[in-house]
């Protein structure tokens, strides 16, 4: 079969449920994946033909695209930032908005380019007041990894540490540290646990957290492709208690976030305000939200007093 027919059988079975940008974006992210060819193939070659080994892949992948799986759990590979990461059934697909929280930290913690006299270092160094020690930073419900990959990347002078409760996401964020190439140092805790104790001397300068913060009563609003094969341990939380993770987190950060320390947080839309308001009964200051790429409070900034 030509390419450019199982292109066109991807549009008819799959025209009713996605747009035809994104049927697009399938059809040539999977014959990259699985043939190794490029999005230009068939206008240099427009009578490729396939063999049949070579189609099998691309139709299991219609077949579950069908299903509206993720493409990205389907390949087994996502993008975030400038990483490529694995990622399967046990952790979020890292998204966007993510993104932007990453950048916030990189921003209030830019790497200073080494002068003469840093000349013979071999590490980049952070420009930050807090030099009197090790700089750290801990992801809590680190998934996939990505929060914590991307700042080991970008701030190479940093100690990273990475916490989840999932065996299963810490087996992929482990794979995906040692595919790009960082030094991280993994905990296996719940943070919910209100006995929780770390190695007395691991206190941090940066906290940092995308927790679980969608309700119960917010699924209808979710879509198919993630409510049906995304981690709900990892997304959602109880209607009655949906700031149960930032609670946790701020009462973990008063004992192991340093003075002056920031804890950053993604947070739920439509609780921007409520999640705001814990901070104030909290040992922290100079608290901050801002808005996501769509105009959404999605983000939130706090310094330790």
């Known amino acids: 079969m030509q390419l450019k027919e199982v292109k066109n059988i991807f549009h008819k079975e799959l025209g009713e449920i996605y747009p035809k940008e994104e049927i697009d974006s399938f059809f040539y992210s999977c014959i990259e994946h699985y043939l190794n060819l490029q999005r230009f193939v068939l206008a240099i070659q427009p009578g490729l033909t396939l063999l049949k080994e070579e189609e099998q892949?691309?139709?299991?992948?219609?077949?579950e695209l069908k299903m509206e799986k993720p493409i990205q759990y389907i390949l087994g590979t996502a993008h975030f930032?400038?990483?490529?990461?694995?990622?399967?059934?046990?952790?979020?697909?890292?998204?966007?908005?993510?993104?932007?929280?990453?950048?916030w930290i990189l921003d209030d913690f830019p790497v200073k380019k080494p002068s003469k006299k840093d000349a013979g270092r071999s590490r980049s160094v952070i420009s930050t007041p807090l030099n009197d020690r090790s700089f750290k930073i801990l992801d809590i419900g680190t998934g996939s990894g990505c929060i914590a990959i991307a700042l080991a990347k970008h701030l190479p002078g940093a100690k990273v540490y990475a916490l989840d409760v999932s065996e299963g996401a810490l087996s992929v964020a482990r794979k995906n540290a040692e595919m790009n190439e960082v030094d991280i140092t993994f905990l296996h805790h719940n943070i919910l646990n209100p006995g929780l104790e770390l190695e007395s001397e691991l206190v941090f300068d940066v906290i940092v957290s995308n927790p679980p913060y969608?309700?119960?009563?917010?699924?209808?609003?979710?879509?198919?492709?993630?409510?049906?094969?995304?981690?709900?341990t990892a997304l959602f939380v109880p209607n009655n208690d949906p700031l149960v993770f930032y609670r946790a987190i701020t009462d973990f950060a008063e004992k192991y976030l340093s003075k002056k320390g920031k804890l950053y947080f993604?947070?739920?839309?439509?609780?921007?305000d409520e999640t705001k308001a814990l901070f104030h009964t909290q040992h922290f200051s100079e608290i901050e939200m801002r808005n996501d790429i769509f105009g959404n409070p999605r983000m939130l900034k706090a310094d330790r007093k």
């Open 81 to 103: 930032m400038d990483l490529e990461l694995q990622v399967n059934k046990n952790v979020l697909i890292p998204r966007p908005e993510t993104e932007e929280l990453v950048q």
């Open 214 to 232: 969608v309700r119960e009563l917010e699924k209808s609003q979710i879509h198919k492709n993630v409510k049906d094969f995304e981690p709900h």
């Open 266 to 272: 993604e947070i739920n839309q439509y609780l921007g």
């Open 57 to 63: 892949p691309l139709f299991e992948a219609l077949s």
